[in-house]
């Protein structure tokens, strides 16, 4: 059936409203296109960029290590990749870092620690120098920096509007549609269109963003564009009493049976203060060192049933612990609100567990930061490429900037070379037609229940520990819960109607996730299969791609 839908007409849609976003907006707009922003929540309000998000950008500019450059940190980047980056655009990663950093501070931002024209800089996570600046501790912070300037331009935001699907004609993205909270479609026709949804990690539990649940991923997938590096997820562990530094104090650790039970999780030779000292010198889980065996622990002590996992602090010579805590305060460390160092810990123990923090993985992206898919770029966590295996600390903002920036201006640059597209009407009723029956469900599945059981099932089967069984059951688990239980979902107001159409792209993002975490038959950075522990450059030092001539959700 034909839908009343509103048409809309622009050069650039940009999807989604954080730090990438944003920087596409802006240098879409610099380079003589008409932009649209469309985002599910209000812009500066929504994902993983609004503040009080606590970010840090890495950017060699050796202030506080003289000998830092753009090509020691390529060369940083490259070693800890694992050999899972796309090198080509590492390197202008690292080059174009420091102009995308100092645009932010022509903006306004004004980050902490300039000391005599010369930023402190931290050593974040598996740096080899220093070159972390703490930018959402900036005053005002990246974001409204960007904001700011999107407002300036006159740029056209939308918000409160999910969408649904990238719309294709002739082999190449020619905008998308979208709905209103109320259900009203709207078509949005352009002749470019960048992804900057960031990543997937709300199909895990718990979450710091539900919203970021893997519509990016999905949408470019059944589009045709292809990805890459989806089993890369950062993991850190979850826990509310304070710095992983602490963890040199040498806490006690136990799961609700009162059972000390780290060190069967060890193997011979190793002992618990080696582990949680290797284990500190990367935030996120990672299976390169003997501080991987401090995450496999809690997770297959909760996996098994016998969590909570419990550290305890309050044992402990109560002077050592204050001692530490005021050593380790540093106000210019981003995280240093994300692990906030509360002396709570000294009054009972506190709960741990492993958190999806990021991905790795995304859209394969060229140096244009243009996807497989002519007409659709993507930038932020929403790409692959200048990441691998593992991560650095602060390269993710970093990413946002460089390639937020490179999207924008090519995505322009293609809208100026272009006369009018069309639109595959067909495409649109079809997407409709699915979205409406939806909408329209009235069975009796909740959304609280189907998302709890996609990330309850991802959780168990393809966190921290992996193996054939588990990822085998965990996508025959995907694939019943997306025929016979989606059908039967039930929404009862308009404030659900983004949650439920939310959940087929909960459903395709999570299996592409399993898909490419049964297919790598070792282990490699954040990625652990405890069927195949080593890791084994010999058959695996290649990517997973995925697309749908190989792939079938």
Aim: charged share 25%; with cysteine; proline share 5%.
């Amino acid at each position: 059936m034909n839908y009343p839908i509103e048409v809309i007409k622009t050069d650039v849609l940009i999807i989604g409203g954080g730090l990438a976003g944003a920087r596409a907006a802006i240098g879409a707009s610099d380079h003589n296109a008409g932009v649209i922003m469309a985002m599910k929540a209000k812009f500066g309000k929504g994902g993983l960029s609004a503040p009080p998000t606590y970010d840090g950008m890495a950017v060699p500019l050796g202030h506080s290590d003289p000998q830092d450059n753009p090509e020691e940190f390529f060369k940083n980047i490259i070693k800890i990749s694992l050999g899972m980056c796309d090198e080509k655009l590492v390197r202008l990663l690292a080059y174009e870092s420091i102009d995308r950093f100092y645009d932010l501070v022509k903006w306004g931002m004004v980050p902490p620690g300039l000391v005599n024209g010369k930023y402190q800089q931290n050593k974040g996570d598996s740096h080899d120098r220093p070159r972390g600046i703490a930018i959402s501790l900036a005053s005002p912070p990246g974001l409204t920096v960007l904001k700011q300037q999107v407002e300036k331009r006159n740029i056209r935001v939308i918000d409160d509007l999910m969408i649904l699907s990238l719309l294709t004609k002739n082999g190449a993205c020619v905008g998308a549609l979208g709905i209103d909270p109320r259900g009203q479609f709207r078509i949005l026709k352009t002749k470019a269109t960048v992804l900057a949804t960031g990543g997937a990690h709300a199909v895990f539990p718990p979450s710091y963003d539900t919203g970021v649940n893997g519509d990016g991923y999905a949408m470019a997938f059944n589009a045709g564009a292809e990805l890459y590096n989806l089993e890369f997820l950062q993991i850190i562990f979850g826990w509310g009493g304070g710095s992983p530094q602490l963890l040199l104090l040498m806490p006690e650790i136990y799961n609700k049976l009162g059972d000390r039970f780290f060190s069967r999780y060890l193997p011979k030779g190793v002992t618990q203060a080696q582990c949680f000292t290797e284990r500190l010198n990367n935030a996120p889980f990672t299976s390169r060192n003997i501080g991987k065996y401090w995450d496999i622990a809690i997770y297959k002590e909760i996996a098994e049933g016998r969590g909570p996992v419990y550290i305890d602090y309050t044992k402990l010579p109560r002077k050592n612990v204050i001692e530490y805590i005021e050593r380790i305060k540093n106000p210019l460390l981003w995280y240093s609100d994300v692990f906030h160092v509360s002396y709570d810990i000294l009054e009972k123990p506190t709960e741990c567990r492993p958190i999806a923090h990021a991905f790795n993985g995304g859209l394969k992206i060229n140096e244009r930061a243009e996807s497989t898919l002519p007409g659709l770029y993507a930038a932020g966590e929403t790409a692959a490429g200048p990441h691998g295996a593992d991560r650095m600390g602060g390269c993710m903002v970093t990413a946002t900037q460089v390639f937020g920036a490179r999207a924008g201006r090519y995505a322009a640059e293609r809208a100026n070379s272009l006369d009018e597209v069309t639109i595959d009407q067909e495409q649109v009723d079809g997407v409709c037609n699915q979205s409406s029956r939806i909408i329209n469900s009235k069975g009796a599945m909740t959304i609280s229940e189907i998302e709890s059981k996609i990330r309850n099932m991802m959780w168990r089967n393809c966190l921290t520990v992996r193996n054939q069984n588990g990822l085998e059951n965990c996508i025959d688990e995907l694939k019943r819960l997306r025929h016979e239980e989606l059908p039967k979902l039930s929404i009862t107001d308009n404030a659900e109607v983004f949650r439920a159409l939310a959940i087929p792209n909960m459903l395709d993002a999570a299996q592409m996730i399993a898909n490419a975490a049964l297919q790598r038959e070792e282990s490699r950075g954040t990625h652990f299969r405890e069927d195949y522990p080593e890791r084994d450059d010999k058959n695996w030092l290649k990517t997973i791609n995925i697309n749908k001539k190989n792939t079938v959700l």
